[in-house]
């Protein structure tokens, strides 16, 4: 059982930076891959990017690679999203998750979910 709770959300300007943070409660956290979705309001969840339990490859979205950069500290039991140069359109509701599984884009393959934090980025 692993519990997740994000944080670090909140108002920006256009081109500003935010980073998330997750922090996980459980003894599998270091055997999990992680990864970070969003959803806008009217839209469907998407994936954003993912990074193995080691954190030696990550993969991002075409919508944010260059700009965002997941990492993650097994020793503090955290996954974390810096994102630079935000854009009005990264204005979601930000999710970290977790699988025991391979690092992976689908979230229906995900097992465990947070809570959600909001970013928003005004023009």
């Known amino acids: 059982q692993v519990q997740l709770v994000e944080s670090g959300g909140g108002l920006v300007q256009a081109g500003g930076s935010l980073r998330l943070s997750c922090a996980a409660s459980g003894p599998t956290f270091s055997r999990t891959a992680a990864g970070w979705f969003r959803q806008a309001p009217g839209k469907k969840r998407e994936f954003v990017a993912t990074?193995?339990?080691?954190?030696?490859?990550?993969y991002y979205s075409d919508s944010v690679k260059g700009r965002f950069t997941v990492s993650r500290n097994n020793v503090k039991s955290a996954v974390y999203l810096q994102m630079n140069s935000l854009k009005p359109e990264d204005t979601a509701v930000y999710y970290c998750a977790v699988t025991t599984g391979l690092a992976t884009m689908k979230a229906n393959d995900y097992d465990y979910w947070g809570q959600g934090t909001q970013v928003t980025v005004s023009s």
């Open positions: 990074i193995t339990w080691s954190g030696g490859t990550t």
